[in-house]
């Protein structure tokens, strides 16, 4: 589906404006939408229908040309822009030129676990946005139920979460809830075995047993402290992945891989 080009939006058209408002939390809550940005996120929102505007550069417009053409058919509103515009829409400097408004996509905890989920992985007051958004894409690659973000974590729906994401929120259920407690208590009810990512943990995941024979939720904690001590005593196991190099730790994404992958080999995910 060809654009014209004759007179693209620019950085001040007002549409061009309330969609860069998007880029801040204030304005994704006032909005109830947030942007995606790159051929990956903005290519899933169309797919799944969580596009509702597309903001496209002439070059853009010619090197996504099937992405253009889908959003023709999902009746996303496509819009030509300048590349002044893509410059203010941008939340990276090297871009690509596309981006895409989108409807809320979050879940509640509530629904997701109403699924009766068998391998759930938690952000427990996740700060980092591309840890946040690369444990989406993992959770999505190894074949999990779901994401839920606990406690007070960056926001799923974020520019730089959704790009890291590159386009699995749109694949996988997420949820975000600020009360830590209170997920536990969901997860538990929902027969879901917590497991507490912990340094010093009592189950070394090389030899963990029947461990993760069962529906399982894996916490993951703040990349600067870990889970909350509480936290961690009011989880069925804490869980240690053993480190036989001199590395002190594992990055968060990283153990969040090693962890979600064991756990969809021993359920068959």
Known sequence: MALDFGQPFTER???????????RGPGRRKAKAFLAEGENAVEAAVATGAATDLFVTEFAAERFEEIVRAAGYMDVYTHAITDKAADALADTVTHTGIFAVCKPVLWSVGA???????????CVETADPGNAGTIIRIAD????????????????????????????????????????????GELRAAGLSTLATAIDGDTSLAAPGDLLDRPTAWLFGNEAHGLDEDVEAACDARVTIPIKGSAESLNLATAAAICLWESSKALGE
């Open 141 to 184: 690659a190894v074949g999990a139920d779901a994401v839920i973000f606990a406690g007070d974590t960056v926001d799923p729906e974020s520019p730089k979460v959704v790009r890291s994401t590159a386009g699995s929120l749109f694949q996988i259920p997420v949820a975000r809830d600020r009360d830590v407690r209170r997920v536990l």
């Open 13 to 23: 058209t007002p549409r061009v404006v309330n969609a860069g408002k998007l880029k």
């Open 112 to 122: 997701i676990l109403k699924g009766r989920p068998k391998l759930v992985a938690v």
